[in-house]
């Protein structure tokens, strides 16, 4: 079994609708819990970085944590063609800085 | 938020020459570097960890002598490819740490060998 598991899509969305993104992961020393974002020949961009169960907001963006399943989703409401690209979940254990990585989905958002 | 840059963003080199790559924290001082390997449509590969001046900590598999890293300062490291063949072709991204936070990466390098 994968430390960390996301199923790597792609997934379509017509704008304006929910997107929902989730990983699961079976190693309970990670604490820290983050959401990058990957356009196309760039390099991931911080979305969402949380350390303990429950929800985070900005703006648009929701990320939620439950640590006693062991699982983590990304909401992202209202969304638009800009937020066409690759979402991936990383996470750590405390005291440790190597992350370990979901391998991506790719989310497409139809005008 | 935290700044990672890289330079180049593209290079293209013929096989058996070296090329470097730059990682530089622009605002902040990064304790730790990574540098990952992407290839297309999957995830980041860590190849390797660097702590400042310090040896770099590779991953099994990659091979040392051909993938030279060098932590030089606070916000600056350097992956070198040595001797590079086209099988080293990919994206190269690097990402920084204070260590009390999380990884900010690079907008990455892309290397084509011909």
């Known amino acids: 079994q994968k430390e960390v598991e996301q199923d790597p899509g792609p997934l379509s969305v017509p704008e304006g609708a929910i997107v929902s993104l989730n990983c699961t992961y079976s190693n309970s020393a990670f604490q820290y819990f983050m959401w990058y974002r990957q356009y196309s020949r760039k390099g991931p961009e911080l979305l969402m970085y949380t350390y303990s169960s429950g929800n985070k907001e900005d703006g648009r963006f929701t990320a939620q944590v439950d640590k006693s399943s062991k699982y983590i989703s990304l909401f992202i409401r209202d969304s638009q063609p800009s937020d066409s690209a690759t979402y991936l979940c990383?996470?750590?254990?405390?005291?440790?800085?190597?992350?370990?990585f979901g391998k991506g989905n790719q989310v497409v958002v139809i005008p | 938020g935290a700044v990672v840059s890289q330079h180049p963003s593209r290079v293209i080199c013929k096989s058996g020459t070296s090329v470097k790559i730059e990682c530089r924290s622009l605002d902040f001082q990064a304790t730790t570097m990574f540098w990952y390997r992407q290839f297309p449509k999957q995830s980041l590969m860590l190849m390797a960890t660097?702590?400042?001046?310090?040896?770099?900590?590779?991953e099994q598999g990659v091979e040392k002598d051909k993938f030279l890293i060098n932590h030089a300062s606070l916000t600056l490291s350097t992956l070198t490819v040595t001797s590079a063949h086209p099988e080293d072709s990919s994206f190269y991204i690097c990402?920084?740490?204070?260590?009390?936070?999380?990884?900010?990466f690079g907008p990455g390098t892309r290397l084509l060998v011909l």
């Open positions: 990383a996470m750590r254990g405390y005291g440790n800085n190597r992350l370990a």
């Open positions: 990402s920084a740490t204070t260590g009390q936070e999380t990884q900010y």
């Open positions: 660097s702590n400042e001046g310090s040896k770099a900590t590779y």
